[in-house]
């Protein structure tokens, strides 16, 4: 009895993730703050308000905070307290990549006894399943029901191309050649608009999923994970061309002083009208129908006479990038902040919460709720995203991920801004990278 109504409260102490009950235990009835920790963007304050608002209505003694910390900081804002044994933050929300480095250092729990008996794991497309919360992947997004979850989604995403109608016509590119073309000839008939603009930053992930991005629909590889090769791989004749095509193609595009761009710099450069085409996280995007933000109109009807959104041309393939995060339970949270944690879970993913998280804002998981007309009508790229999820292609799930995303932003963002040679940018960033997994325990896997 006292197994089956505890939970976990401290991390495994062999570095694996302790385990949470199948059933969730007593719920205090005392006033609780159930706290989140995020990275400071919109979907962060929308999930806050919509918690408060539609969670304690059955739960009234329960207050959400969902504490936000700038997107550069927010890896190591929970992974610096993670190392403590002691957590601030009851629910992390952790990138896909991040789970790997979580699970084998004891920082969150196994839910997975918690998932059978309560989430209908069947209501979501298993690739979302998998990137949000399974560990090990042997390939990413391929769910296998027999490993072990340790989160559940929460915010879906991916990237979007917003395009001017008014500069470039209503349909947009349907090829990535075909974008660049348009995009120098949009540069070229309208002075002081730059042809592109996307993320080119040195932080978070910001120029690696960039490149990652090019590097996908021009046919490449991040790496081969059953033998866990990047020399060779990421810098083969596909991959160099993808990185030919971001530094000589696209980059020539944009604005200048626009090289540690991330996304409010292209959201602005978008609200003020001065990019022909632009990629950003959808999540990322609602902003810009804002009257008050934006240069291109004084409605929102004025603004989408103007602006498009569409899925990201396909080349050579038609993959676009995975977004999004999944919410997961901390192993040093006290226990009734993690029995609140999984009763928050479960209410959470039903389908009607899941519906009314679309209709505030969020992008939900569930395959009902992304085909809902109260996500597909709530914002005009939401379709975009419902779209693009058979589509979608992850980083390394691994637990070195951190350090091979800041290899790979770093030189990326030194091939962008001139400081570096194409080439030699790409053959860096496979060798470090590959130093990286060669000197760790080659545990984990998936990827591109």
């Known amino acids: ?79 610096t307290q993670f190392a403590a044994h002691k957590t601030d933050f009851d629910i992390p929300i952790l990138d896909s990549q991040h789970i790997g480095e979580a699970v084998t250092n004891g920082n969150i729990l196994d839910i997975t006894d918690f998932v059978k008996k309560n989430i209908d794991v069947k209501a979501y497309n298993p690739y979302l399943l998998a990137a949000y919360g399974q560990f090990p992947q042997a390939e990413t997004g391929k769910r296998d029901e027999n490993a072990s979850l340790y989160g559940l989604p929460l915010l879906g995403d991916t990237w979007t191309m917003i395009y001017r109608k008014d500069l470039i016509g209503d349909k947009p590119p349907q090829t990535w050649d075909q974008m660049i073309s348009v995009a120098e000839k949009c540069q070229a008939d309208n002075p002081g608009v730059s042809g592109l603009a996307f993320h080119q930053a040195n932080g978070s992930d910001a120029a690696a999923v960039t490149y990652n991005t090019v590097n996908g629909v021009y046919g490449g590889n991040l790496w081969d994970p059953k033998t866990r090769k990047i020399d060779g791989v990421l810098n083969d004749a596909a991959g160099q061309e993808a990185m030919d095509v971001l530094v000589n193609k696209m980059k020539p595009l944009t604005a200048k002083g626009s090289g540690n761009w991330f996304i409010d ?17 959808i999540a990322a995007s609602g902003g810009l129908l804002d009257p008050k933000q934006s240069t291109l109109g004084t409605t929102r009807e004025q603004i989408l006479d103007k602006l498009g959104f569409a899925t990201l041309p396909s080349q050579k393939t038609n993959l676009v990038p995975l977004g999004g995060m999944g919410m997961h339970v901390s192993a040093y949270a006290p226990e009734a902040n993690q029995a609140e944690a999984l009763n928050f879970m479960k209410w959470f993913e039903q389908g009607d919460i899941q519906k009314k998280w679309a209709a505030a804002g969020g992008v939900p998981s569930r395959t009902d709720a992304l085909e809902s007309p109260e996500f597909l009508n709530a914002q005009p790229f939401n379709q975009v995203y419902t779209d693009s999820v058979p589509r979608m292609r992850d980083m390394w799930n691994v637990p070195e991920y951190a350090r091979l995303v800041d290899i790979e932003n770093t030189n990326v963002n030194a091939a962008l801004n001139g400081a570096k040679a194409p080439k030699d940018a790409l053959d860096d960033i496979a060798k470090q990278q590959q130093g990286v997994l060669n000197a760790s325990s080659g545990k984990g896997g998936g990827g591109l």
């Not at 991390?11 to 199948?22: E, I, L, T």
């Not at 710099?265 to 996280?281: L, R, S, T």
């Open 1 to 79: 009895m006292l197994v089956a109504t505890t939970v976990a409260a401290c991390g495994g102490q062999d570095g694996s993730a302790p385990k949470a009950p199948a059933t969730i235990p007593e719920l205090t009835k005392d006033p609780l703050t159930l706290s989140f920790i995020w990275f400071d963007w919109p979907p962060a304050h929308a999930l806050e308000a919509f918690a408060n608002a539609e969670y304690t209505k059955g739960r009234p003694n329960v207050t959400i905070k969902v504490k936000t910390v700038p997107n550069a900081n927010w890896h190591d804002a929970m992974f």
């Open 265 to 281: 710099e292209v959201n602005a450069a978008v609200a003020q009208g001065k990019a022909c085409i632009a990629f950003n996280w």
